[in-house]
């Protein structure tokens, strides 16, 4: 049976009119509302110059300033420790004694040859003294006299040999007492009363490190070197008077040592396989917390700089390059895309060495909702960024 084509009633045609005008009207409205709609809200800082200390993060180690082995110079038995291991000791302090006797009987055996070659230039003195004026009235010979004349003189040369012997011999005596040669903390001991020793041996029998004050040496990149050594020649850092740098400590466990330290020197050779200088501080050590070997972490304050500019992290991302990119607002509150150079961080900021001037605007919040190009509404959080930045400095 073949279907038959029904036409639209009326009522249906004027649902579907309605229907469309309804459409149109509601497309009409968003189209009014989103052309009307404000443009979105941005936070914004003006950029501005201000004092900053300028500070080099660097990894490094302590080091003793002065070590001192403690070696034998006479070989012998040990009779005596007079040090507590781990204890500090003052130079000049006593810490060994090896057996005296053999090094006192030879002392004594010295002694004894000086008194006899003493008392032998007595005897061949008062002999040339008597064959002077008999050689002179030819009553002796002139040889017999020249040989009394010879004797005096090799008893004085003996005499001088043996005074050496005297003074050797007394030396080797003193060494039996071993002393420290500087003042500082003893470690532990290699050996015991009743083991043996020997002159000069190669293993120390203790060692003395003074850790009061301490070194800690860390390696600075020649980069960072010679953007340093520029920047103090073009004025734009400010040291102390004395041109010497103030350096903070963090200890390996991430606590902060209490007491600051100072730049002793900077090494005047590069290391060509790292390519970086040693930097030397001396640090204040009382309680003896720093030992050395110990890593740490040091703050070098290189100096200050009086026109920085700082950025907050949060405005900085980077484009498809790399490079470190902000979003600015102009006068007519236009977006627009700058590349700059950052150096370093310092707290929550970048220290920004170009691409911004005084007075720029720099969106910090909400830049997902601004794009280059577009228009934004800034709100100036100037004073609560730069508070921010204060409370984490």
């Known amino acids: 049976m073949p279907l038959k084509y029904r036409f639209p009633t009326r009522s249906r045609l004027l649902a579907a009119a309605c229907l469309s005008a309804l459409t149109l009207a509601l497309v009409g409205c968003e189209k009014k509302q989103q052309a009307e709609a404000p443009p979105p809200q941005v936070g914004v800082i003006t950029i501005k110059t201000q004092p900053v200390v300028r500070t080099t993060d660097l990894p490094g180690r302590t080091s003793a300033v002065m070590t001192a082995e403690i070696r034998p110079q006479v070989s012998g038995v040990i009779l005596k420790r007079l040090f507590v291991e781990g204890a500090d000791v003052k130079a000049g302090e006593q810490l060994y004694q090896i057996d005296p006797a053999p090094y006192q009987a030879t002392y004594d055996s010295a002694v004894a040859t000086l008194k006899h070659d003493q008392a032998q230039l007595t005897t061949d003195q008062a002999q040339a003294k008597r064959y002077k004026p008999l050689a002179a009235a030819q009553a002796v010979s002139q040889q017999d006299y020249d040989?009394?004349?010879?004797?005096?003189?090799?008893?004085?040369?003996?005499?001088?040999?043996?005074?050496?012997?005297?003074?050797?011999?007394?030396?080797?005596?003193?060494?039996?007492?071993?002393?420290?040669?500087?003042?500082?903390?003893?470690?532990?001991?290699?050996?015991?009363?009743?083991?043996?020793?020997?002159?000069?041996?190669?293993?120390?029998?203790?060692?003395?490190?003074?850790?009061?004050?301490?070194?800690?040496?860390?390696?600075?990149?020649?980069?960072?070197w010679l953007r340093l050594k520029q920047e103090m020649q073009a004025g734009k850092l400010e040291t102390t008077p004395d041109g010497s740098a103030k350096v903070m400590l963090t200890l390996e466990d991430g606590t902060a040592y209490s007491l600051p330290g100072k730049l002793q020197f900077t090494e005047v050779n590069v290391d060509q396989e790292t390519g970086t200088v040693l930097v030397r501080a001396i640090f204040p050590n009382p309680q003896h917390l720093l030992l050395p070997g110990m890593y740490v972490h040091a703050t070098l304050e290189e100096g200050t700089d009086q026109n920085a500019i700082l950025v907050p992290q949060q405005a900085v991302s980077r484009n498809t390059h790399g490079d470190p990119v902000v979003l600015l607002v102009n006068g007519k509150n236009v977006v627009s895309q700058k590349v700059i150079q950052v150096s370093q961080a310092i707290g929550t900021d970048w220290l920004v060495t170009g691409g911004l001037q005084v007075g720029d605007r720099v969106i910090v919040d909400g830049s997902q909702n601004a794009t280059p190009g577009g228009t934004v509404t800034p709100v100036d959080e100037t004073s609560s960024s730069k508070s921010a930045s204060s409370s984490a400095s």
Do not use: C, H, W
């Open 147 to 224: 040989n009394a004349v010879a004797a005096v003189q090799e008893d004085e040369a003996n005499i001088a040999s043996a005074k050496a012997q005297i003074e050797t011999a007394r030396i080797n005596l003193q060494y039996t007492k071993m002393f420290s040669p500087i003042s500082g903390t003893i470690g532990a001991s290699s050996v015991t009363p009743g083991a043996l020793v020997t002159a000069d041996q190669t293993t120390a029998l203790a060692t003395v490190t003074q850790l009061n004050p301490i070194y800690v040496d860390v390696n600075e990149s020649t980069s960072t």
